[in-house]
């Protein structure tokens, strides 16, 4: 009656061990070797060759891939064999513990006193005893399931080794019939063979040589498992952490060595094997270069937590280098060691692939170190070194947001080695920007650059950190007032400004410093009075152009912002495209005020001048900064402007000339984000600003590019009028008869018709302008009339552009 019910497996695990030597057998026959031995179990031969016997091994080499074809059906119908086998003998095996773990329940089971109360208790321990069996009935039933599914799907790399690593093949026999690496299963073992071929082919054994190509092809394979798994966000198999782990291990023991204080004997390290193999004269060039590409990469992929490594896995002597040497007494000593490991670590890693990620701590660990170290450049440790180091810590991501917040993604916080623990994030970024690099900063400009093109392509959740960084980042740059602030006064003098800012000393940080701004230059012209990236909540009716109430956002206050700007102008090559991009933007919120209904006129008037106004001050705060007098200051202002107006005039003419786009203005702004000021800027530059572009300053003095004059009321409402007339006449709302009509068009030089850019490209351009802001007045919107509105931003534009010209100061004068 208290019986365990469960459901008998009728598979007979004897015959199916029968059935598998019937595979093992014709595997034999298949390979010439029928009598021989079992060559599935135990294979003879570590490539195909070996595989075949003699009688066959003419006719099979011909038609390898048919005779390997047959003998790996037979070697995956062996090893779905011995799975089943294993599946039944471990339903078997658990119905037999349930069956014991009942008859112990139901002996221990105390009696009430009442037989029905007994009888009750004893049910309900068989109810729960059964439903255990049935639980392992159905398991068995998904493991056959499965079984199925891998029979149908054949012989894969997948499925085979997934029945070496269960332990139903042996080996790798798949590998060894198929050549193929995808076969391969790695383990310690491997790892030791490799590592043994690799030190007897630096010693000049021909087999080791041989076998050189063949090793590094197992290698490269496994590197290209990592590379996938890195991109998808999936890990490697724990038998293939072990093997890398194993291999640098095996390495470091055969670097040689040298005798302890004590009389004892420790390894010198996995660096100095590394030299060994380079120095090697039995190796060619091609083969080192192909060594050290493939060990660089698979040290960066085991040190890699997100596929399952870490930096505790590496060898010890590549861990002190990557931290560098404690701070202390013995210092300067440890220094001189550290340098050597580092030339040697740097010249390795340099090898890896340009697409290889190595750890987060790792990453975060050796920039830090090489941020400390910096000033120890010299002699045989050359700056390209600690740029071959940046290149490799600035590819994660995940260790650039740290270094710029000390904190994970998630907030968790990070700890510093504790070597590195003086490296906050602003002694990091003080140190790498106020050296003067050889390449302008291209390398430690990478640590931020990932912010422009994470803000554009990212994920949701890679847009979020994006913008976290960039809040930290511009609070850490700008946010620091006086002379501390090392990041707006280096200490080091270029071409007469005697204490230039990070932006002047390396031209390619300005660069990355224009590209934050330009992707969040939405953001930047926000009226607000938060301060973080998040949720915008205190904002005035009809002031988010480019926004939705509650979407999160890039919010810095006012004063900080225009600090940052001034960085971004700083630099005289740069500034061009930072001007260029905030005339864009004003094109465009003109464009959202006159499509979007829920944006106020009188509000995006009053954005778009604050964002002018805020540049302009930070191009005349640079210029005091410099000591310039007030007046060489503001005329350094216009001049920046003129320019700039000058670009984007030629920006903007191709587009108009070209018929209807999009958005004449966002197309602008989307190349100037793109493109980099060597690129973009410099050739339209060099080239003299087209005569149109001229007009007579209240002096009577010619001067470049435009309409508009600092702080000049007509000049603001000249400018502002042909900005919207232009952004009116794009999204249809004037038509280009009327203007026709009115004689305000004119011929470009591809004989095509359009409005000028600025009042310079017309005759008589008082009256025209006149007759434009006429034509503004007149137009409506499905019915409704625009002279409020057109009338309300220009207004609103003029009252908010107002900057700082230090007045007082010209009094004084």
Not at 233 to 259: A, T, W
Not at 369 to 396: C, P, Q, T
Not at 642 to 656: C, K, N, P, Q, V
Request: proline share 3%.
């Amino acid at each position: 009656m208290y019986t365990l019910s469960y459901t008998e497996c009728e598979i007979d695990t004897g015959a199916l061990s029968s059935h598998a030597e019937t595979f093992q057998e014709l595997h034999t026959k298949i390979s010439g070797r029928s009598g021989e031995f079992s060559t599935i179990a135990e294979p003879v031969a570590t490539h195909f060759e070996g595989l075949v016997g003699e009688s066959l091994k003419s006719v099979a080499t011909e038609n390898q891939e048919a005779w390997s074809s047959a003998m790996m059906a037979c070697i995956h119908a062996y090893g779905i064999i011995q799975k089943v086998i294993s599946d039944v003998e471990w339903y078997e095996n658990e119905i037999e513990t349930i069956k014991a773990d009942l008859a112990t329940a139901l002996g221990s089971s105390p009696s009430t006193g009442n037989e029905v109360d007994d009888a009750s208790i004893r049910s309900a321990v068989v109810v729960r005893h059964n439903e255990r069996a049935t639980e392992a009935w159905e398991k068995l039933e998904g493991k056959c399931e499965t079984t199925e599914e891998r029979l149908r799907e054949g012989p894969t790399p997948e499925n085979i080794k997934e029945l070496i690593e269960a332990g139903h093949l042996g080996g790798d026999i798949a590998y060894y019939t198929t050549g193929d690496v995808d076969y391969f299963y790695f383990d310690e073992s491997d790892a030791a063979t490799m590592a043994d071929l690799f030190d007897s082919a630096a010693s000049g054994n021909g087999g080791a040589l041989n076998s050189l190509d063949g090793q590094l092809a197992l290698l490269n394979a496994l590197v290209l498992k990592a590379l996938d798994a890195q991109k998808n966000g999936e890990k490697l198999d724990q038998n293939e952490i072990d093997f890398l782990e194993e291999l640098f291990s095996e390495m470091e023991e055969k670097g040689g060595y040298v005798e302890g204080e004590n009389g004892g004997t420790s390894s010198q390290g996995f660096l100095d094997f590394l030299g060994l193999l380079n120095e090697s004269e039995h190796i060619d060039d091609q083969t080192k270069n192909d060594i050290n590409r493939n060990m660089a990469n698979s040290m960066l992929f085991l040190s890699d937590e997100s596929i399952g490594g870490g930096m505790e896995y590496l060898p010890q002597d590549v861990i002190d280098t990557v931290v560098g040497p404690m701070p202390g007494a013995s210092f300067y000593p440890e220094a001189l060691d550290w340098k050597d490991n580092y030339i040697l670590l740097s010249e390795f890693l340099g090898s890896s692939g340009p697409s290889i990620i190595g750890g987060t701590e790792f990453s975060v660990e050796l920039a830090s170190s090489s941020a400390r170290m910096l000033e120890h450049v010299g002699g045989k440790l050359e700056e390209y070194h600690f740029e071959n180091m940046i290149d490799v810590a600035s590819k994660n991501n995940d260790a650039n947001y740290i270094l710029i917040t000390g904190v994970y993604p998630d907030g968790a916080p990070y700890e510093m080695h504790e070597a590195n623990q003086s490296i906050a994030p602003e002694v990091f970024f003080e140190k790498m920007y106020s050296h003067e690099w050889g390449d302008e900063g291209e390398s430690i400009s990478r640590f931020t650059d990932w912010i422009a093109t994470v803000r554009e392509y990212g994920s949701p959740e890679e847009v979020e950190m994006a913008g976290k960084a960039a809040h930290r980042f511009i609070s850490m740059l700008a946010g620091t007032e006086g002379e501390d602030n090392l990041f707006f006064g280096t200490g080091e003098k270029v071409e007469g400004n005697e204490n230039v800012s990070v932006a002047e000393l390396n031209s390619s940080l300005a660069d990355g410093f224009a590209d934050i701004y330009i992707s969040f230059i939405d953001d930047f012209t926000l009226d607000h009075n938060q301060d973080g990236y998040q949720e915008i909540f205190n904002h005035k009716p009809g002031s988010l152009p480019f926004h939705a109430p509650g979407d999160d956002v890039l919010l810095i206050p006012a004063d900080v912002r225009e600090k940052f700007m001034q960085l971004l102008v700083a630099n005289e090559e740069v500034s061009p495209r930072v001007l260029v991009a905030t005339e864009a933007q004003e094109w465009r919120i003109i464009e959202e005020t006159f499509k979007n209904p829920g944006v106020g006129a009188q509000a995006s008037g009053t954005t778009a001048g604050d964002l002018r106004e805020m540049m302009t001050n930070a191009i005349i705060q640079e210029h005091l900064d410099r000591e310039e007098e007030i007046t060489k200051a503001r005329e350094s202002a216009q001049e920046k402007w003129e320019t700039a107006y000058g670009i984007f005039s030629s920006l903007i003419t191709d587009r108009i000339s070209g018929g209807p786009v999009t958005s004449v203005a966002t197309e602008a702004l989307v190349e100037v984000l793109n493109t980099k000021y060597t690129e973009f800027a410099e050739a339209r530059i060099q080239e003299s600003i087209p005569s149109s572009y001229l007009l007579e300053d209240k002096n009577g003095e010619a001067t470049a590019a435009g309409d508009f004059i600092l702080h000049d009321p007509q000049s603001e409402t000249d400018h502002t009028t042909l900005q919207m007339a232009n952004v009116f006449l794009e999204m249809g709302i004037i038509d280009t008869e009327t203007l026709r009509e009115e004689r305000l068009l004119i011929m470009d030089a591809q004989g095509n018709e359009r409005l000028p850019v600025t009042t310079q490209e017309w005759d008589g351009a008082a009256a025209k302008i006149g007759s434009l802001a006429d034509i503004l007045h007149a137009a409506s919107v499905d019915g409704e009339p625009l002279k409020g509105d057109v009338m309300e931003y220009i207004a609103s534009y003029e009252g908010s552009y107002a900057p700082n010209l230090y007045k007082s100061n010209l009094e004084e004068e």
